[in-house]
């Protein structure tokens, strides 16, 4: 990556390593010049090591913690940032394994079988989110890490098998992004996404959006929903909306605390959203959440001032 693109954080279209053979390991910590918004032409299998934070998957905005597994198909764009203490690193976070589609089209021409793979690749253009298998993800990382040769594809085979049968997965994305190689207009979109990370606390108007990347009102909008299947209003609320549901299922603040923490001034307005897209209510999402967690370990509560430790976005 050239120090251009790093200064710009821009979302390019990402030339992976091409390690000998057709499933290749990859780790890294963070901060680490990977982490950013960014897609390629291979399936990715992502698992999360260590912190917690927000996950971009196509237009899907979420949570993750240690044990995330995430399945993305070839051009979906992604992103994991984690939210910690400035200065924070990790020595490892992300491990990762990324394999072609021809991998698995052309062992389907041998092997009948496996075909039973082909919907689960066919589900990973919207990316998959598996749940349960913290575990089983990082043995199977290491075995993949560890093996070469057949040893590596069978293990590789073996965990897909498992992946296609479970029933504790959820598809991310509403909607399918096939981003285009287009440098230019990946950069406008990476500047639109910094500067709504950066002001999503206070009233952002179309206009000055537009205008920050050189395009009419119209045309920014029909731009923005093409590139990230979100209306650019809708996108504004399901990251303040997001940033909520982290205060609410990480900290004791008061819901109308929240509401102006995360750039709502009516907490009407903000319960509305917040049920439009949550399907449930504040209160009852916060009470959902201390349920879900009562039997593991809760991470520490989110406190004013944290930035991300990527430098790729910060919440303050």
Request: aromatic content about 10%; hydrophobic content about 40%.
């Amino acid at each position: 990556m050239t120090q251009h693109q790093a200064n710009q954080g821009m979302p390019e279209l990402e030339i992976s390593d091409k390690q000998p053979g057709a499933i290749r390991y990859l780790e890294h910590g963070s901060p680490h010049w990977r982490i950013r918004w960014h897609y390629h032409d291979e399936y990715e299998l992502h698992l999360i090591v260590a912190s917690n934070g927000k996950m971009f998957i196509g237009d899907y905005i979420g949570n993750f913690r240690p044990g995330c597994l995430v399945l993305t198909g070839p051009r979906v764009p992604h992103n994991w940032v984690s939210i910690a203490p400035e200065g924070t690193r990790y020595e490892l976070r992300d491990q990762v394994v990324h394999f072609d589609h021809e991998v698995i089209a052309s062992a389907v021409t041998l092997f009948p079988e496996l075909s039973m793979l082909l919907p689960l690749l066919d589900r990973a253009r919207h990316g998959i989110e598996f749940f349960r298998h913290a575990d089983t993800a990082q043995k199977y990382m290491l075995r993949i890490k560890e093996a070469d040769g057949a040893a590596r594809v069978g293990y590789f085979y073996e965990w897909l098998d498992l992946l296609a049968r479970t029933p504790h997965q959820r598809s991310l994305s509403a909607t399918h992004i096939d981003l285009p190689a287009n440098s230019e207009l990946q950069r406008k979109v990476d500047c639109v996404i910094r500067f709504v990370m950066g002001h999503y606390q206070h009233k952002i108007l179309l206009g000055q959006v537009a205008a920050l990347v050189g395009m009419s009102e119209g045309h920014f909008s029909r731009f923005f929903h093409r590139a990230t299947g979100n209306c650019f209003n809708d996108f504004v609320n399901r990251i303040r909306i997001a940033r909520a549901c982290d205060l609410l299922s990480r900290t004791d603040m008061a819901v109308t605390l929240i509401a102006g923490e995360v750039g709502f001034n009516n907490i009407a307005n903000f319960n509305r959203r917040f049920t439009r897209h949550k399907q449930t209510t504040p209160s009852q999402y916060r009470q959902q959440a201390r349920q879900r967690y009562s039997s593991v370990s809760v991470p520490p509560p989110a406190r004013a001032g944290f930035h991300s430790s990527d430098g790729a976005m910060a919440f303050h």
